[in-house]
Nanobody, 123 residues
Framework: QTQLVESGGGLVQAGGSLRLSCAAS????????MGWFRQAPGKEQEFVAA????????SYVDSVKGRFTASRNNAKNTVYLQMNSLTPEDTAVYYC????????????????WGQGTQVTVSS
């Protein structure tokens, strides 16, 4: 069956960096756009970033533009989220997801979801 498994979360000080990974199996990875979403305590899940099947097109929520970078390695069936200049407001559970559409921020256009990885940024 299709699985998305996130890794790379953890505790980091404000101003630090983390790189999240999402390993996919059970799907034709290169046929899917991949997205990153996050959910902070007491808040709704929000779109963070997305990358198209080839990596040639990306989209970001305004709050992470210039700090986060999505990339992918289709040979490894893995998508990444490089997060720099982290702030406490970035604290959340981060989820990756797979969409058959082009880059999209809409949750209902994603077919598969991972279980999430916790990112905590201390001040």
């Amino acid at each position: 069956q299709t699985q998305l498994v996130e890794s790379g979360g953890g505790l980091v000080q404000a101003g630090g960096s983390l790189r999240l990974s999402c390993a996919a199996s059970g799907l034709i990875f290169s046929a899917y756009a991949m997205g990153w979403f996050r959910q902070a305590p007491g808040k709704e899940q929000e779109f963070v970033a997305a990358i198209n099947w080839s990596g040639s097109n990306t989209s970001y929520v305004d709050s992470v533009k210039g700090r986060f970078t999505a990339s992918r390695n289709n040979a490894k069936n893995t998508v990444y989220l490089q997060m720099n200049s982290l702030t406490p407001e970035d604290t959340a559970v981060y989820y990756c997801a797979a969409s058959p559409f082009e880059v999209t921020a809409l949750k209902n256009e994603y077919d598969y979801w991972g279980q999430g990885t916790q990112v905590t940024v201390s001040s």
